[in-house]
Every structure is written in C-alpha cells, then in structure tokens.
C-alpha cells in the first residue's frame, strides 16, 4: 500500500507492519535525516578535496572543482590532457 502527497510517500510492506518513508526537506523536520544530510555532506567535501588534491598533483594549474554539473564539465575540459580514458570513464555518470 502507498500514500503519496507532493512533498511525502509512505510504503507500507509486510501487511502494514513495516512503514518506509520518503519526504521533502525531511532534514527541516527529523534531526536524524539533518545528521545524515550533514555527514554525507561533509564525506563529499572531504572526498572532493581528496580528487583535487590528486589531479593537481598531476597537473599543478589545474584549478579545482565542487563537482555539480557546470564546474565539472569545465573541470573535465580542463583535465583531458592529463585524464586516461578509464578515469573518465569512471568519473561522468551515464545515466
């Protein structure tokens, strides 16, 4: 059973006995989901850091990247000389 509202659903499985939610801005109302938004964001900022850290240790003038859309595709630009084929490859998501 389902129920979907804009900004929430709600699964139920096993008969009712386990209840899975998904919600909006759900970090704006349980601190555990704001905990986790935080740490995953902290992971990724420390990750991103990590990359460039390593990329411009190939290439010193390479300036480093956030990594959302845009700024990446000008850090890809930016790197292909330097980039093998599988990097690439790893690094852009297809889908």
């Known amino acids: 059973m389902a129920l979907r509202t804009n900004h929430a659903s709600r699964y139920l499985l096993r008969g009712g006995k ?47 990247t956030a990594g959302y859309v845009q700024d990446a595709r000008r850090w890809l630009r930016d790197a292909d000389a330097i980039l093998q084929p599988d990097e690439r490859t790893t690094m852009v998501r297809l889908a």
């Open 18 to 64: 386990i209840a899975v939610n998904f919600e909006t801005q759900a970090e704006d109302r349980h601190l555990p989901a704001a905990l986790a938004s935080m740490a995953a964001k902290l992971v990724r900022e420390l990750l991103m850091a990590r990359m460039n850290r390593y990329f411009r240790s190939r290439m010193p003038e390479l300036k480093p």
